[in-house]
């Protein structure tokens, strides 16, 4: 089960990292929803997987599989330039090592390149 609050921590740490502030309230919404997902996840992907988060946005989903499941292999898939080099910050930021690659572009045209 996943905890919300690592879920919160993990957020703020990741895309926030500024002390003395908290999650504002989209935030907040979108905790409850990667605690759901993550929870879900937990059940599929073992301690060491690889995941790939297609169009990602900032990765979410795939950075807190670092963290708290223990994936060791995120491939990120982000066409918006400013979603990726947000995620390419908040990987900066990771607790734990994993290996994180980033790709830029479309997944329709990068599913199709790899064909």
């Known amino acids: 089960m996943i905890d919300r609050a690592a879920v919160r921590a993990a957020l703020h740490?990741?895309?926030?990292?500024?002390?003395?502030?908290?999650l504002r309230r989209e935030d907040e919404q979108k905790a409850a929803?990667?605690?759901g997902f993550l929870g879900l996840l937990a059940g599929r992907v073992a301690r060491g997987a690889s995941v790939?988060?297609?169009?990602?946005g900032k990765s979410p989903v795939g950075l807190l599989a670092v963290e708290l499941l223990?994936?060791?292999?995120?491939?990120?898939?982000e066409r918006d330039a400013r979603r990726a080099a947000a995620c390419?910050?908040?990987a900066?930021?990771?607790?734990?090592?994993a290996a994180v690659e980033l790709r830029d572009?479309?997944?329709a045209e990068i599913g199709r390149a790899h064909v």
């Open 52 to 56: 790939v988060d297609a169009a990602a």
């Open 92 to 97: 900066g930021r990771l607790s734990r090592p």
């Open 13 to 22: 740490r990741l895309f926030i990292a500024a002390e003395g502030t908290g």
């Open 105 to 107: 572009g479309d997944v």
């Open 33 to 35: 929803e990667l605690t």
């Open 70 to 77: 223990g994936v060791s292999r995120l491939t990120v898939i």
């Open 88 to 90: 390419r910050e908040a």
